[in-house]
């Protein structure tokens, strides 16, 4: 399942991300699936500048299973991949390693759910979405359409 994350980014650590056993606190890993997520919409996107207002994706659930510490020595990639899109929703699949060790730290399924703005409700995930994620993943998704 490795070779199925196209898009990686290296995360540094802060000082302030350790807890007092010396390990990354489990709330930040959040923040570091969250820094994954950015930077796949970017990279999908093919720009630095994502229209979050256009591109209207919400998280619905997330699910994470923490496997090992992430230490001061350790170095930090996340991997980021898009498992299935619906009519209104998209699943994420992200992963935390050690790429020196390859050792995975954490694991994370994400729903995400099409949402527009102005009328604070869902929506369905646009064909330019599909599009985007289908270039750049380099593999066709059938639409999973829910009755």
């Given at each position: 399942?490795?070779n199925l994350y196209k898009h990686t980014i290296e995360i540094q650590p802060r ?133």
């Amino acid at each position: 399942m490795e070779n199925l994350y196209k898009h990686t980014i290296e995360i540094q650590p802060r000082f302030n991300d350790f807890d007092v056993m010396g390990h990354v606190n489990n709330t930040v890993f959040m923040n570091y699936f969250d820094i994954g997520k950015v930077s796949y919409f970017k990279a999908i996107w093919d720009t630095d500048l994502v229209d979050w207002q256009e591109f209207g994706l919400v998280i619905a659930r997330i699910e994470t299973d923490f496997i090992a510490p992430i230490l001061i020595s350790d170095r930090v990639v996340v991997r980021t991949t898009i498992l299935r899109i619906g009519n209104k929703s998209l699943e994420l699949s992200q992963q935390i390693i050690n790429p020196d060790t390859n050792q995975l730290k954490a694991a994370a399924r994400t729903i995400m759910v099409g949402f527009d703005v102005s009328t604070n409700s869902a929506e369905p995930i646009t064909e330019k979405c599909v599009e985007a994620i289908t270039r750049y993943e380099g593999r066709p998704f059938k639409r999973e359409i829910s009755k």
